[in-house]
């Protein structure tokens, strides 16, 4: 199981850079990027509220849950 992180896609939707991003949303571009590498351990509803404000998103956006075969996790 695993969560994949699409920062990088909306970002891209958007036509932002992530060091944009950083400066709007009031965080260091290395904690921006430890983020989108997926290597961050958590993040802040705050932050994730920034983000999405910033991006016009939702959180689901954001993120994918994969199964251990690396398909996406559906919901019906």
């Known amino acids: 199981m695993a969560i994949v992180v699409r920062l990088d896609v909306m970002l891209a939707k958007r036509k932002m850079t992530s060091r944009e991003l950083a400066a709007r949303i009031g965080i260091a571009e290395q904690n921006l990027s430890t983020l989108r590498s997926g290597r961050a351990r958590g993040v802040r509803f705050g932050t994730l509220e920034s983000i999405c404000?910033?991006?016009?998103?939702?959180?689901?956006?954001?993120?994918?849950?994969?199964?251990?075969?690396?398909?996406?996790?559906?919901?019906d």
């Open 53 to 75: 404000r910033v991006l016009q998103c939702q959180p689901g956006d954001l993120f994918e849950f994969l199964d251990g075969e690396g398909e996406a996790e559906h919901r």
